[in-house]
């Protein structure tokens, strides 16, 4: 520990102040905005309640900020984008997002013309800013969003359980659910007690959930509960064991993820390390590539490596990842 003798008094005084003005700074910041109660703020839906109390004005709101119209169908006539939007979980609106997405565009256009004075390199960049690049950001959101429900929906299961089991019917427990769970869960079940409480049926309902998450353990609640509605039986033991199955396999899908995380290493190492090669011979000596940078076959080799190289990617990517 003499280690400790040899730092300098002053640095543990500016440390010690720092420390007492970020306190102070939270101190203030909780006198004047005091948090809101827990229930308010653990999902979106809760969040909207607290300033609008009717729940068909907020079921509303949150079936257009998805994509939907007032009556929960598809806005846009090209389904599968539409689908892709709404299972994203885009709380923007689809009309802020075209106009964010069309201002990222122009501003790319423009800063490739001001640096590169090439029109065809600009108008390329920003039809991907405009095209593929928010597919890209809808695709990666709808991923991460499936993976929250998936991780959330067993605890979701167990609250319906324990509900039913205290002799509450199905759409109390769901309304529970709703009450309880943060997002995304919280919200779309809350989205399913809304539907249920202005007139859809309780499979129409559920359908509707899966149509907006699209997550892979979904359709098996969606048939429980429609068998049971239509047929009877015990569905708290039938959902309990059913949040047992899917805590089973989410624990199979982490302990396959951790036996392939040496190929997930060896991907990302080998599609780095032509890439960190380039920048340091670009730093040490600039001049390397300078003498055939403005041949066109240097831009066509270049994109034939980077496509074969995007190609070996997919191939290992594909053989990291198992569904179960």
């Known amino acids: 520990m003499s280690w400790l003798t040899d730092i300098n008094p002053v640095y543990m005084v500016y440390l010690l102040v720092a420390l007492a003005a970020g306190l102070f700074v939270e101190g203030i910041y909780l006198l004047v905005f005091p948090a809101r109660s827990y229930r308010k703020n653990i999902n979106r839906r809760l969040k909207l309640l607290d300033n609008q109390p009717n729940r068909e004005t907020i079921l509303v709101q949150l079936r257009r900020e998805r994509g939907l119209s007032a009556g929960g169908d598809y806005r846009l006539p090209l389904v599968s984008l539409n689908r892709l939007i709404l299972q994203s979980g885009l709380s923007i609106g689809i009309g802020k997002f075209a106009l964010y997405t069309g201002v990222s565009a122009l501003i790319v256009f423009g800063a490739l013309m001001v640096i590169r004075d090439d029109l065809l390199e600009a108008l390329g960049a920003g039809l991907f800013c405009c095209t593929l690049l928010p597919l890209l950001v809808l695709k990666f959101k709808r991923g991460r969003r499936r993976k929250q429900f998936g991780a959330q929906f067993p605890d979701a299961l167990d609250i319906i359980v324990r509900s039913l089991r205290a002799g509450h019917p199905v759409p109390i427990a769901i309304s529970m659910v709703a009450r309880e769970m943060p997002d995304p869960v919280g919200s779309e079940f809350g989205t399913v007690a809304d539907e249920i409480t202005y007139g859809a049926d ?28 239509s047929t009877g039986g015990n569905l708290g033991e039938i959902l309990e064991n059913l949040s047992g199955v899917i805590r ?14 040496e190929g997930r290493a060896s991907a990302m190492i080998l599609s780095s390390l032509p890439i ?3 920048l340091v011979i670009q730093v040490i000596s600039p001049d390397f590539y300078a003498s055939v940078w403005h041949e066109s076959l240097t831009k066509i080799g270049l994109a034939c490596a980077g496509a074969w190289m995007g190609i070996g990617n997919l191939i290992m990517f594909r053989m990291v990842n198992f569904k179960i």
């Open 276 to 278: 960190a090669i380039f």
């Open 202 to 229: 309780l499979e129409t309902a559920m359908r509707n959930l899966y149509f907006r998450i699209g997550q892979e353990d979904l359709p098996l609640f969606v048939t429980a509960v429609a068998i049971q509605s």
């Open 248 to 261: 089973q396999r989410f624990k199979m899908r982490r302990k396959i993820r951790a036996l392939a995380s």
